[in-house]
Every structure is written in C-alpha cells, then in structure tokens.
C-alpha cells in the first residue's frame, strides 16, 4: 500500500507535514550548437520563473511505498515508486529523502543508469514543458535550484514534441539568478568532457513572446 503526505509550504504552516492517506534519446548536436544550446535553453528556462512563483506557495506532496521518519537528522526516507508534486512540478525516483534545512526542505533523489529520477514543469501559460533527468537531482524546495547530476539531461518539449535538449555530467538550474550552468560529460558519458545540445527554431508566436 502506498502513502501519501502532503508538506505544507513555510509561508502555509511551519509543521513538517501532514499525513493523508493514499488513494521519463539522447541526441548530440554540432560542436559548435552547444554555445546556442545553452542560451536557447536558458531563455526558455528564465520563463518558467512564472509558474514557479505559483508553484512554491502551493503544499508539497509525495506518494510512496514506504517511509521511514529518522528525527535525529531530521530527514523522511521514501523509497518504492517515489513520486513528489508541487504544482505543476513532478520528481520521481526509485528513492527520494527530503532533509529539512535551516532555510527549508531539499529533496534529493536518485535513480540508476537504467531509470534515472526524472523531473518536470510546465510552463506557465503555454504549451511546453521542462523536463529532466538524471542518477541525482536535488531540488531546493526554497530558493527553487535543482541540480542534475551524473549522466544529466535536460529538455525543453514544445506542444509534446522535442525542441530544444542539452547534456552534461551536472545541470544547475538557479531559478533566483535566472541562471543554468552546465558541465561537460554527455548523458552517456561518452563525449570526453563535452557539453552537448540540440536547438529548434522557435515558432514565430513563440519567438515574439516578452522575456
């Protein structure tokens, strides 16, 4: 049987969380796409700022097969199909512990090689979806940072289709600094280091959007 926990937000309630019960090709783009890889990508990311902001005032929720509360490090360990939500905002993984901080929360996950944890997020008022995946991704439930690492991909789908992608080792989006870094090691880690990427034009309608 599954449990499900619903984390109010610290602006909602300063309690740790409330129990309720229950009811995922990599593609290298030229050497020299990689600069436009990252800038296309980090203008699409800058966007989702609008949906984030109402995403972190919203409770955080997980659903798993098991959880284990350790007090003393102040930590929850969900293991077994683990899947969180924050609004538009899902992690899954085979196993995700949330810590608390001084600040908040950090959720952490990891996957495998085979099934890595996954993350994704609309965009706010339009059709197209963040999403990303990796061995580990550690999501700042305060400052809204997550952080791809081992064999990271992130990826931009524009009405359900591929649009823009890029790999490294490790991706760090900053949601506060409107800012994403990237570190050479495609998803396959087989680049020697490389950053790689792929880009789309981008729809006329779309292009003419205010940033």
């Given at each position: 049987m599954n449990t499900q926990f619903s984390v109010l937000s610290p602006a909602a309630s300063d309690a740790s969380c409330v129990a309720a019960r229950e009811p995922g090709v990599d593609r290298a783009g030229r050497r020299g796409a990689a600069g436009w890889a990252v800038?296309?990508?980090l203008s699409a990311l800058a966007v989702t700022a609008q949906a984030e902001?109402?995403?972190?005032?919203?409770?955080?929720e997980f659903n798993a097969g098991q959880l284990?509360?350790?007090?003393?490090?102040?930590?929850?360990?969900?293991?077994?199909?683990?899947?969180?939500?924050r609004g538009t905002l899902i992690l899954k993984a085979d196993q995700i512990e949330l810590r608390e901080t001084p600040a908040g929360q950090l959720a952490v996950a990891s996957g495998s090689e085979a099934q890595p944890a996954t993350f994704r997020q609309k965009r706010d008022g339009l059709d197209e979806?963040?999403?990303g995946q990796a061995r580990r991704i550690e999501y700042d439930t305060v400052s809204q940072t997550v952080r791809f690492s081992q064999q990271a991909q992130v990826r931009l789908l524009r009405a359900g289709v591929l649009a823009d992608q890029i790999?490294?080792?490790?991706?760090?989006?900053?949601?506060?600094r409107d800012a994403i870094e990237i570190?050479?090691?495609a998803a396959d880690g087989s680049?020697?280091?490389?950053v790689r990427g792929i880009v789309t034009p981008r729809p006329a309608d779309a292009a003419g959007v205010k940033r």
């Amino acid at each position: 049987m599954n449990t499900q926990f619903s984390v109010l937000s610290p602006a909602a309630s300063d309690a740790s969380c409330v129990a309720a019960r229950e009811p995922g090709v990599d593609r290298a783009g030229r050497r020299g796409a990689a600069g436009w890889a990252v800038a296309l990508l980090l203008s699409a990311l800058a966007v989702t700022a609008q949906a984030e902001r109402a995403d972190r005032d919203l409770p955080l929720e997980f659903n798993a097969g098991q959880l284990k509360i350790d007090g003393k490090r102040k930590l929850q360990l969900l293991t077994g199909g683990v899947e969180i939500t924050r609004g538009t905002l899902i992690l899954k993984a085979d196993q995700i512990e949330l810590r608390e901080t001084p600040a908040g929360q950090l959720a952490v996950a990891s996957g495998s090689e085979a099934q890595p944890a996954t993350f994704r997020q609309k965009r706010d008022g339009l059709d197209e979806v963040i999403e990303g995946q990796a061995r580990r991704i550690e999501y700042d439930t305060v400052s809204q940072t997550v952080r791809f690492s081992q064999q990271a991909q992130v990826r931009l789908l524009r009405a359900g289709v591929l649009a823009d992608q890029i790999s490294g080792q490790t991706i760090v989006y900053d949601h506060g600094r409107d800012a994403i870094e990237i570190q050479g090691g495609a998803a396959d880690g087989s680049s020697g280091g490389r950053v790689r990427g792929i880009v789309t034009p981008r729809p006329a309608d779309a292009a003419g959007v205010k940033r």
